[in-house]
T-cell receptor
Framework: AQKITQTQPGMFVQEKEAVTLDCTYD???????LFWYKQPSSGEMIFLIYQGSYDQQNATEGRYSLNFQKARKSANLVISASQLGDSAMYFCAMRPPISNFGNEKLTFGTGTRLTIIP | SQTIHQWPATLVQPVGSPLSLECTVE??????LYWYRQAAGRGLQLLFYSVGIGQISSEVPQNLSASRPQDRQFILSSKKLLLSDSGFYLC?????????????FGPGTRLTVT
């Protein structure tokens, strides 16, 4: 079974500083994928970034980067130059190996509430 | 481009009443579809997923059911709501087939059972 752990229930960060959100995972599958989603107060889940277990380089998307340390089973999200609009809940999620049907059953962590202070 | 719609946005229902939440996807064919529930202050729990019309898999035993009457329509139902059914319900879609990864979420329905 897959498990995602996010140990930071809440974080406060000064605007323009970088922030790292922690995520550790547990799986026995050699093939898996890791996601980060942002959930603002409106409730919608917004896809941020994806990292495959076999990807050689850490994923980056604009100000978002994923610090993937496979041996430690960690996939931390780094947000550079934080903005007030980054205030939201952030969820780490994992998918299992792709099945023959191609469906993706994501397992989510409990989330981290990030608050950017002006 | 693809869009996903959910309605209603909010719903307040008494215990024992029926439920019907609808999700539709535009701009893609044969998507995989998912229903998640998020309890207050918690992560998402997968309830149902579907890889095609009439094909529904349940992840968690409960008094909820799901149906997929059309390719891009996914419905979450209950005959009699319980207090524990309160939460934020999110529908999501993903492209079918190997090599696709992201799930895209709808705006959600906030259900309060009183």
């Amino acid at each position: 079974a897959q498990k995602i752990t996010q140990t930071q229930p809440g974080m406060f960060v000064q605007e323009k500083e970088a922030v790292t959100l922690d995520c550790t995972y547990d799986t026995s599958d050699p093939s898996y994928g890791l996601f980060w989603y942002k959930q603002p107060s409106s409730g919608e889940m917004i896809f941020l970034i994806y990292q495959g277990s076999y990807d050689q380089q850490n994923a980056t998307e604009g100000r978002y980067s994923l610090n993937f340390q496979k041996a430690r089973k960690s996939a931390n999200l780094v947000i550079s130059a934080s903005q007030l609009g980054d205030s939201a809940m952030y969820f780490c999620a994992m998918r299992p190996p792709i099945s023959n049907f191609g469906n993706e059953k994501l397992t989510f962590g409990t989330g981290t509430r990030l608050t950017i202070i002006p | 481009s693809q869009t996903i719609h959910q309605w209603p946005a909010t719903l307040v229902q008494p215990v024992g009443s029926p439920l019907s939440l609808e999700c539709t996807v535009e701009g893609t064919s044969n998507p995989n579809l998912y229903w998640y529930r998020q309890a207050a202050g918690r992560g998402l729990q997968l309830l149902f997923y579907s890889v095609g019309i009439g094909q529904i898999s349940s992840e968690v035993p409960q008094n909820l059911s799901a149906s997929r009457p059309q390719d891009r329509q996914f419905i979450l139902s209950s005959k009699k709501l319980l207090l524990s059914d309160s939460g934020f319900y999110l529908c999501a879609w993903s492209l079918p087939g190997v090599g696709t990864y992201e799930q895209y979420f709808g705006p959600g329905t906030r259900l309060t059972v009183t």
